[in-house]
């Protein structure tokens, strides 16, 4: 059973909008929830993770909002680029145990010029 | 240039036929990760290592062997290959000492897609 969700599987948006994809789960023991962005034929790289004593981050275009009431946390990239188009994971792990790593099931997000 | 390096990147086998996917860091880092990334699944746990001598299994361990006899090297191993371990895999590894947000980046080598038919 996945123990992270992740929606939507794809994604398309133009050039300047706004993508957003959504993870979540349900193990409250979860406390350190990273997004990995992956391009064709590379590893996955971290791109911005979140702790959940805090509502938001932002790092850049690149923005995590997390909802801990609802165990539920977004990654939302503004002013979508053409570069962007790669495929984002969403994951999740805890602080006393920073060996195992769960992550989303994966949304490839394709910008359009 | 930090780097995770996997060999080789692809693989074509036949089941039964027992294979090494090697894997090398060159960040002195004392955990290494292995994963496989199916599609609709993401990527999912098989083993990991905390230090020379010392692995533990992931989520999806079954099929799969790993040893560390050197802090750079984590193979993953394959006794006995079968189409359903037919993926795509990742070494990761990351510092488990330093500071909170060092210690929590993952760095994935490129991949190794494997066909076992």
């Known amino acids: 059973q996945q123990q992270v969700k992740q929606s939507p599987q794809s994604l398309i948006v133009q050039k300047g909008g706004i993508s957003i994809i959504n993870c979540a789960y349900e193990?409250?023991?979860?406390?350190?929830f990273p997004w990995y962005q992956q391009f064709p034929g590379k590893g996955p790289a971290l791109l911005i993770a979140?702790?959940?004593?805090?509502s938001e981050k932002k790092e850049g275009r690149f923005t995590i909002s997390f909802n801990k009431s609802a165990k539920q946390f977004s990654l939302h990239i503004m002013d979508s680029q053409p570069g962007d188009s790669a495929t984002y994971f969403c994951?999740?792990?805890?602080?006393?145990?920073?060996?195992?790593?769960?992550f989303g099931s994966g949304t490839k997000l394709n910008v359009k010029p | 240039e930090a780097q995770v390096t996997q060999n080789p990147r692809y693989l074509i086998t036949v089941t039964g036929k027992k294979l090494t996917v090697t894997c090398s860091q060159n960040?002195?880092?004392?955990?290494m990760s292995w994963y496989r990334q199916d599609p609709g699944l993401g990527l999912r746990q098989i083993y990991y290592?905390?230090?020379?001598?010392?692995?533990d299994k992931g989520d999806v361990p079954e099929g799969y062997k790993v040893s560390r006899k050197e802090k750079r090297n984590f193979p993953l191993i394959l006794e006995s290959p079968s189409p359903n371990q037919t993926s795509l895999y990742f070494c990761?590894?990351?510092?488990?000492?330093?500071?909170?947000?060092?210690?929590?980046?993952?760095?994935f080598g490129a991949g190794t897609r494997l066909s076992v038919l």
């Open positions: 990761a590894s990351r510092a488990l000492t330093g500071s909170y947000g060092a210690k929590n980046i993952q760095y």
């Open positions: 193990n409250t023991a979860f406390d350190y």
């Open positions: 979140i702790r959940p004593d805090v």
């Open positions: 994951a999740a792990s805890t602080r006393s145990n920073f060996n195992k790593f769960y």
């Open positions: 960040m002195n880092h004392e955990y």
């Open positions: 290592s905390m230090n020379v001598e010392v692995t």
